[in-house]
């Protein structure tokens, strides 16, 4: 949700989805025909990250508080129903960028801590039942421009020989056999590792409604304008909303991209960045070429898309950076779902034909294309925890396009900070994705640093 004076609510009418364009019962859901006047919680948000961390508060507690989560527009609308639906953990890939930033033991441990959600999510989807087409596979990063191939592949080398890594799951594999292996045409060297894909809204819907039957209100189409401290003196928030005001004592900013809508000091730390995505199809259904695995493609150290074959024989795929992200304001700093980035649309045409082997008698089209606002944090890390000299308020957001396998257990440890008052520490989640008050005012801009080349056409990393 945004600032009054930053532009960065959520827009009505966000272009829609493959996975919403369906209607699903949840879509438009209120609880109750009128805001309670209070709750022990309230959560802003109905993405993954609200609905998990609300599903953690009231999982195993004999003593339930209540909770009101509201949403901005329909439920689940934002990044979670509008992203791939990939759960693909960086068990490699940024380890050198984030030893540099973090050191090479926190960067060790955020590449476990993501490796474990695609088995975090396996459970919470067998354990509650929800049928969200869950399926564990490979994924590949696939690295098409030589340079950066050797370049992989040197790092690869050095990391596997100091042991500072857990690289069990990882596997390297060079130019020889890289474009047999991955079935990318030129591919230069390629990477596997354990990943997952779901239908994300499919998930979040019906775990949703397993908390609504719990006793979780829930109020859609309920934008909050303002969270200000209630007139009691008693350390209580009054939520002010268009449909009236909610008194508390916690809230939880599951915002994302939106945070800085509430919370101005998130204004320069979280920045919403537009993704693209899309959905292909062919006459042929099951019939197209059999794609077991996920993909990253790599054209350079830049540019990359992600990819998700469905069982279907139907495929996702997302990114489309070469055709947009050198003009800024196509992208950074926008909250404009409600519309197609029109120069990105075309380049989905042909893509399977284009880029793997086998496919080029597919048939496949594009069927499908939308847009959704991610959360870009400026050092790539999201910010958790208690907001800083805003006792009772919490945040969890800014999770650069890479929620899936980072929220989950993310939410969960929330979930302790807020119900059982437990520290920041105690939790075990990667300690760079504490929120304080140094990372809101800090100037620097890993984020922007290795992508301001695009915008002078001299793209690095």
Known sequence: MAS??????????PVTSFWNADPKKLDDYRSTAQLPSTADIVIIGSGLSGVATAYYLLKDNPNPPSIVLLEARKICSGATGRNGGH?????????????????IKAAAHLADFEASHVFAVKDLVEKEGLECDFHITRALDVYLDPAHAKKVETTYKEIAKSGTVNLADVAFTPKQHAERISGVKNAQACISYTAAHL??????????????????????????????????????????????????????????????????EYSHAITPVRGVCSHLESTKREKTPHLVNTYGIRFDEVNNDYLIPRADGSVIVGGARQAFWHNKERYFGTVRDDELVSEATPYFDNYMQRHFRGWEKSD???????????????????????????????IIAGFTGYGMPKILLSSKGLAAMVRDGVSFEETGLPMPFKTTEQRNESSSSPLEDSIRALWTGKAKL
């Open 4 to 13: 009054n004076t930053s532009g960065r609510l959520p827009v009505a009418d």
């Open 87 to 103: 759960v693909k953990p960086d068990t490699y890939s940024d380890i050198p960028k984030f030893a540099k930033l973090f050191g």
């Open 199 to 264: 239908w994300p809204s499919k998930l979040v819907h019906q775990l949703l409604q397993k908390l609504v039957d719990q006793g979780l209100n829930v109020q859609a189409h309920t934008p909050v304008t303002s969270v200000s401290p209630a007139s009691g003196g008693d350390g209580s928030w009054t939520i002010t909303t268009p449909r009236g005001n909610i008194e508390t004592k916690k809230v939880i900013h599951a915002t994302n991209a939106y945070a800085s809508h509430i919370l101005p």
């Open 364 to 394: 496949m089209k594009t069927k499908k294309v939308w847009t959704g606002i991610l959360g870009y944090s400026l050092d790539f890390m999201p910010h958790i925890g208690e907001v800083p000299g805003k006792r009772g308020q919490f």
